[in-house]
């Protein structure tokens, strides 16, 4: 039908509200929005300095690896994200994401979805399914494995979470329900009407795999341990610091002095760490998340 345009649903986060707390509104991105006030965001200054720092680094006399960019350009971007407020590059970009969709959609009708944490499916295709494992069901199977002995965070706090299916619902309901030529925004989550607390999380993690424990190479189950949850961060650090970082840097200057005794011991109790350290990274800015 000549001048008439379907809708375009986009799907990006509701965490594009970075920690702010209280009820967060399904409010629209215009050009230029951060969360730091006084400041003041231009995508396309932002894709410059992607430029110049890339071209920077090739300009170098001994040109870069591409694991070296890759580093560069998460530590960028992590500092940009942070300078305008938000926690991570993710959120950062899924915002800018909004921003040129208001930009440049002219009159095509827009609904933009915003999912909370989104896990496993409620029914379709089936109750439980997922590809990969993302946001919360990291957690979970991190739990299984007994990674993290200690973690940061309040069991009072309400995770936000949302099913799959739930989210790929709103979505088409939304987009049969909108056409007209204008941007709309829909938060799909649960913490208003079916909040989920920390504490009741730990504890279905705790009775399921004390049911279904892992099974060790040797045959034993692995001893299901609750996480000990820091309230205050430079606790929690320190912590690290005195109980998993020193003495495995301790183990490795041993293993060096006697010639590799012990790397592969310490090879995987650092990859352990590691590990640890990355779930801390991605989810340290949200344990004491308070919007709704």
Not at 32 to 58: F, M, P, W
Not at 123 to 145: H, K, M, N, S
């Amino acid at each position: 039908m000549d001048g008439y345009h379907l809708p375009t649903s986009i799907i990006f986060s509701a965490f594009v509200a970075g920690t702010q707390e209280g009820m967060l509104l399904e409010k629209a991105f215009k050009n230029g929005d951060t969360l730091r006030e006084g400041y003041h965001v231009d995508i396309e200054d932002e894709l410059d300095l992607v430029d110049k720092v890339k071209s920077e680094l090739l300009a170098t006399k001994s040109g870069t690896s591409e694991q070296l960019e890759k580093l560069v350009m998460k530590e960028l971007g992590l500092k940009r994200a942070c300078h305008f407020g938000w926690p991570n590059v993710y959120t950062f970009t899924k915002a800018m994401g909004e921003i040129l969709l208001g930009q440049r959609r002219e009159n095509v009708p827009v609904v933009i979805i915003r999912p909370t944490m989104v896990t496993s499916t409620y029914q379709d295709p089936f109750p439980g399914w997922i590809e990969g494992a993302r946001t919360i069901d990291a957690l979970i199977v991190a739990y299984d494995e007994q990674a993290f002995p200690c973690f940061l965070g309040d069991r009072r706090n309400i995770i936000d979470v949302i099913p799959a299916d739930i989210v790929i619902n709103a979505a088409m309901v939304a987009i049969a329900f909108r056409n007209e030529e204008v941007q709309v925004i829909y938060h799909v989550g649960s913490s208003l009407q079916n909040p989920l607390s920390l504490y009741s999380f730990e504890d279905a993690c705790w009775d399921y795999f004390s049911i279904n424990p892992r099974i060790l190479e040797n045959g034993k189950a692995l001893p299901n341990r609750r996480p000990y949850l820091f309230k205050n961060v430079s606790f929690f650090r320190l912590c690290l610091l005195l109980v998993y970082k020193i003495p495995l840097e301790m183990l490795h200057i041993m293993s060096l002095l006697l010639c590799g005794l012990f790397s592969t011991h310490y090879n995987k109790l650092n990859r352990r760490f590691n590990f640890f350290m990355l779930l801390v990274k991605l989810y340290a800015p949200y344990a004491f998340f308070n919007g709704r």
